[in-house]
Nanobody, 123 residues
Framework: QVQLVESGGGLVRPGGSLRLSCAAS????????MGWYRQAPGKERELVAL??????????DSVKGRFAISTISRDKNKNMVYLQMNSLEPEDTAVYYC??????????????WGQGTQVTVSS
């Protein structure tokens, strides 16, 4: 079994910053792509950012322009992924989910999700 646990969400004022963290644990051989998704009330879950095993990153168009600096990073040794979010706006309010493609063996992989962490941007 693989478990992803997010942390770092909370209430922040517009213009503020938050850093989300996600730790993968369990019977893990290796973790390739890790990413963050979010789901706002009444909307579908959408990609925020992802980072491959080689360190390449990709950001959703919805965050490229508004986040002054939006950085996804990872610690491969700890199987952790982070998302630094700056210049947050009310429209960033959502539940943020961690996602990881986890290899349990060389032939068996699992697309894993965390339980989510709430981010609320409000004055």
């Amino acid at each position: 079994q693989v478990q992803l646990v997010e942390s770092g969400g909370g209430l922040v004022r517009p213009g503020g910053s938050l850093r989300l963290s996600c730790a993968a644990s369990g019977s893990i051989l290796s973790v390739t792509t890790m990413g963050w998704y979010r789901q706002a009330p009444g909307k579908e879950r959408e990609l925020v950012a992802l980072i491959t095993g080689g360190g390449s990153t990709n950001y959703a168009d919805s965050v490229k322009g508004r986040f002054a600096i939006s950085t996804i990073s990872r610690d491969k040794n700890k199987n952790m992924v982070y998302l630094q979010m700056n210049s947050l706006e009310p429209e960033d309010t959502a539940v943020y989910y961690c996602n990881a493609l986890v290899y349990l063996t060389t032939m068996n992989y699992q697309n894993s999700w965390g339980q989510g962490t709430q981010v609320t941007v409000s004055s």
